[in-house]
């Protein structure tokens, strides 16, 4: 069992910067894959990033790649997202979420057994 707690949302203008955290509890925290979902109003959950147990490879949506970095803390068990170049369209409520390690990269949302409660994100024009 894992439980996972987000952190770290808020307001920011257009062009500006946030780091949301994610921090896990569990005793196998360590070896879960984690991923970055979003859902904005009257959209689907959307795939933003994922990192692997080791933090050795990360795998990014188009929507955010070069904008957004996915990280982990080995020594603690929090996983970050950090993210610039903000834009409105980013606007969402941001969840982690984690799997046990296997097929790479994982994006479908379905496939992550444990989700954390959601940070909300605005980002004005």
């Known amino acids: 069992q894992v439980q996972l707690v987000e952190s770290g949302g808020g307001l920011v203008q257009a062009g500006g910067s946030l780091r949301l955290s994610c921090v896990g509890s569990g005793r196998t925290f360590g070896s879960y894959d984690m991923g970055w979902f979003r859902q904005a109003p009257g959209k689907e959950r959307e795939f933003i990033a994922t990192?692997?147990?080791?933090?050795?490879?990360?795998y990014y949506a188009d929507a955010v790649k070069g904008r957004f970095t996915i990280s982990r803390d080995s020594t603690k068990p929090t996983v970050y997202l950090q993210m610039n170049s903000l834009k409105p369209e980013d606007t969402a409520v941001y969840s982690c979420a984690a799997r046990p390690f296997g097929s790479w990269p994982e994006s479908k949302d379905y496939e992550y057994d444990y989700w954390g409660q959601g940070t909300q994100v605005t980002v004005s024009s």
């Open positions: 990192i692997n147990w080791s933090g050795s490879r990360t």
